[in-house]
T-cell receptor
Framework: GENVEQHPSTLSVQEGDSAVIKCTYS??????FPWYKQELGKGPQLIID?????GEKKDQRIAVTLNKTAKHFSLHITETQPEDSAVYFC??????????????FGQGTTLQVKP | GAGVSQTPSNKVTEKGKYVELRCDPI?????LYWYRQSLGQGPEFLIY????????DSGLPNDRFFAVRPEGSVSTLKIQRTERGDSAVYLC??????????????FGEGSRLTVL
């Protein structure tokens, strides 16, 4: 089945700097790659997603890149702000289980943005 | 509110007891998912409902876990003979249609289960 590895597990940056989180996946048939932000005591919330027919997608300060050949995808946050501090999860669809939309999540990255 | 609602938010029980966790998805969402999140880990898939039927229950860890969605809306996750290792946050999510063309999953805030 699908396996998703996420790095780093923790990331600390100064306000205004950029942050990059990387994920790899194992199933070449995966075609949907969302990123979720989870604040303490809350459920994960989608911040951006990308499908396998696109190499890059940007939404204001957030961008995601996908390298299908290498089975890598990355989240880029520019001009970080203290409110960006949270746990970020990457995920990949698991098509081997049929048409369910089931997602396999990475282990998470705790991002701390220092004012 | 219009989001996914989960109750209870916290549940403390003793080893061996039976537990029910409830999820009320966003109105009109046909797809409903249960995930389990252990401390410091990403959510782990348990089961997926499309309407009333469990389309994929491959993530349920053993036969002590069962979930229902009898009217295609509210879902209940049932855990029998709870064990300490069942302690985790149980997350429910819904989406409009589900499937490989699924869009955003909307997560609830979770039910934190502690088994003593």
């Amino acid at each position: 089945g699908e396996n998703v590895e996420q790095h780093p597990s923790t990331l600390s940056v100064q306000e205004g700097d950029s942050a990059v989180i990387k994920c790899t996946y194992s199933d070449s048939a995966s075609n949907y790659f969302p990123w979720y932000k989870q604040e303490l005591g809350k459920g994960p919330q989608l911040i951006i997603d990308i499908r396998s027919n696109v190499g890059e997608k940007k939404d204001q300060r957030i961008a995601v890149t996908l390298n299908k050949t290498a089975k890598h995808f990355s989240l880029h946050i520019t001009e970080t702000q203290p409110e960006d501090s949270a746990v970020y999860f990457c995920a990949a669809s698991s098509p081997g289980s049929g048409n369910t939309g089931k997602l396999i999540f990475g282990q998470g990255t705790t991002l701390q943005v220092k004012p | 509110g219009a989001g996914v609602s989960q109750t209870p938010s916290n549940k403390v029980t003793e080893k061996g007891k039976y537990v029910e966790l409830r999820c009320d998805p966003i109105s009109g969402h046909t797809a409903l998912y249960w995930y389990r999140q252990s401390l410091g880990q990403g959510p782990e898939f348990l089961i997926y409902f499309q309407g009333t039927g469990a389309a994929d229950d491959s993530g349920l860890p053993n036969d002590r876990f069962f979930a229902v969605r009898p009217e295609g809306s509210v879902s209940t996750l049932k855990i029998q003979r709870t064990e300490r290792g069942d302690s985790a946050v149980y997350l429910c999510a819904s989406s409009l249609n589900g499937g490989l063309n699924t869009g955003e999953l909307f997560f609830g805030e979770g039910s934190r289960l502690t088994v003593l």
